[in-house]
Structure formats: C-alpha cells, structure tokens
Nanobody, 114 residues
C-alpha cells in the first residue's frame, strides 16, 4: 500500500528557513511527478511546487524564488527547501503525486511567527 510520510516542519521566525522531506513507499516513485501541497486553516489545499521525474520543476507564484523542490529517486524521497518564510506560509504541508491521486499522509505543520 502507498504511504507518504512528511517530516521537517516546525516553528520558525519570519525570514527563516525549513527543509521538508517526504518519504514514499508502495509506488514506483521515479515515474511520478511529485508535488508539495499546503493547507492553511479555513482554506483549500493548494499545490505549491511540483517536480517531474526528469527534474523539471514549477512553482506557485506565491512561493516562486523562495521555495525549491527536489527529489532523490534512489531514496524515494522528495524535498522542499523553504527560505525567506512569511507568516502567510503557515500551513500543514503534504506531499503527493502532482495529480494528488495517492492516499494523503498526515502532513507536517509549518508555523511562521515571531
């Protein structure tokens, strides 16, 4: 069965950085485009970054230039490096395939606050 396990969240001050990790199992990881999503309280889940199997990336305008998505196919892991964090980045962050078609994990909480 498919499992997606996110980690690396926490409390950080505005302007700080965090690196999120997502370990995938139960899927042929290297054929999927993977994405990082986030859901803030009272808002819909949104896709913030995606990476194709070959490494091409795309980002939501709100995070472009601050976030970097990467993947290690040998480790079945996708990462999200988040720099220059803002309070509006506060959310639960999830990974999934770019289509969002796999079971969702528990997510990891990111809180940006002074």
């Amino acid at each position: 069965q498919v499992q997606l396990v996110e980690s690396g969240g926490g409390l950080v001050q505005p302007g700080g950085s965090l690196r999120l990790s997502c370990a995938a199992s139960g899927i042929i990881f290297n054929i999927y485009a993977m994405g990082w999503y986030r859901q803030a309280p009272g808002k819909q889940r949104e896709l913030v970054a995606a990476i194709r199997s070959g490494g091409n990336t795309n980002y939501a305008d709100s995070v472009k230039g601050r976030f970097t998505i990467s993947r290690d196919n040998a480790k079945n892991t996708v990462y999200l490096q988040m720099n220059s964090l803002k309070p509006e980045d506060t959310a639960v962050y999830y990974c999934n395939t770019q289509s969002g078609g796999q079971p969702w994990g528990q997510g990891t909480q990111v809180t940006v606050s002074s």
